[in-house]
């Protein structure tokens, strides 16, 4: 009987002590390693960039406000811009990084503060001329001066979401 005690003590003592390794190693390549928090660090990191990804898709979805055509979305910022409506002047612009348009209202409220608003919509309705994009999904304008030199580039974008054009920038 007593060597029967001691093999189960023996075996007890050698299953106890696997255990508290299994659990250690468990704990430091789970929790402690620098492996698992560059890993957890990444996993946050792509949970992060889905819900930025999310919001962006989102957003461009719910923008609706710009043309078929990039010389639509253009005659209605025009339009707009010759009513003083620069907020709604403002939602013709593509959204940026920020999903905002918060650089192009006060740009506009600038322009118009300065009194100069009726003569950039009159600039952009009688001078801008449309050139190719890159591709099917970018166009752009352009404004000659006087002198027959380009002083303006209006770049549209087609937003794929709302399937609409947008200016991207002016």
């Known amino acids: 009987m007593d060597s029967k005690n001691s093999y189960r ?6 299953l106890g002590v696997m255990l508290v390794i299994s659990g250690g190693y468990w704990l430091w390549d789970g929790y ?4 698992a928090k560059a890993r957890r660090f990444v996993e946050n990191q792509a949970e ?15 923008d609706t406000y710009g043309g078929k055509t990039p010389k639509e979305t253009l005659d209605l910022f025009v339009a707009a ?20 348009r918060e650089k192009w209202v006060w740009h506009l409220t600038d322009v118009q503060s300065r009194g100069l608003i009726s003569t950039m919509a009159s600039n952009i309705s009688l001078g801008a001329k449309e ?9 752009a304008f352009e404004i000659l001066n006087s002198k027959g030199i380009v002083s303006v ?6 937003n794929k979401y709302s399937k609409v054009w947008k200016i991207e920038s002016l």
């Not at 050139?131 to 166009?139: K, L, M």
């Open 131 to 139: 050139t190719a994009g890159r591709d099917e999904n970018e166009s």
């Open 81 to 100: 811009l010759k009513k003083g409506d620069i907020d709604l002047a403002s939602k013709y612009f593509l959204l940026d990084e920020n999903l905002s």
């Open 32 to 35: 402690l390693s620098s492996a």
């Open 153 to 158: 580039v209006i770049d549209m974008q087609f």
């Open 9 to 14: 003590k023996f075996l007890g003592v050698f």
């Open 48 to 62: 992060q960039i889905e819900k930025a990804e999310k919001a962006y898709i989102a957003a461009m979805t719910a």
